[in-house]
């Protein structure tokens, strides 16, 4: 967290939201990419002995306790790279649906299909191990941002 004792979280992070910058470099080969989070206004400060419980969020990146409206932290957002992350994989979202109901009962109530992750080979672990790890239901199980 870097010293900060209230850490932010952004409440809506998805891919609509990421930035690519690409930088060639002139004369070499060398490139630099840049990522950059953008659209912070559901963003906050959480203040650690008071969690917070506002639903907010686009549904399809919706972490399971903010559905539930129970109290949260920053490891909501560890969920919505979860899930960028496997729709950069798949093509897909991990839980899907026409309406923020479907989309909200599915992914509280199933499981995603890793199983198109073996088109990475002896990499195809790595994805996987990443993404079950963001997609962990129970927040208090989720690896933190740091």
């Given at each position: 967290m870097h010293g900060l004792e209230r850490p932010i979280v952004h409440r809506d992070l998805k891919l609509e939201n990421i930035m690519i910058q690409y930088?060639?470099?002139?004369?070499?080969n060398d490139a630099e990419i840049i990522l950059k989070v953008t659209d912070f206004g559901f963003a906050c400060e959480i203040d650690p002995k008071k969690p917070e419980n506002l639903s907010l969020?686009?549904?399809?990146y919706t972490?399971?306790?903010?559905?539930?409206?129970l109290s949260y932290?920053?490891?909501c957002d560890v969920w919505s790279l979860g899930v960028m992350a496997y729709m950069l994989l798949t093509n897909k979202p991990p839980f899907s649906g026409s309406k923020k109901e479907?989309?909200?009962?599915r992914t509280l109530n199933n499981k995603p299909d890793y199983s198109s992750f073996s088109r990475f080979h002896d990499k195809g672990h790595l994805c996987t191990d990443f993404v079950q790890s963001c997609?962990?239901?129970?927040f208090h199980n989720r690896p933190t941002i740091a």
């Open positions: 930088i060639q470099n002139e004369g070499s969020g686009s549904p399809m972490a399971p306790e903010v559905i539930q409206g932290d920053a490891r479907e989309i909200y009962d997609l962990i239901k129970n």
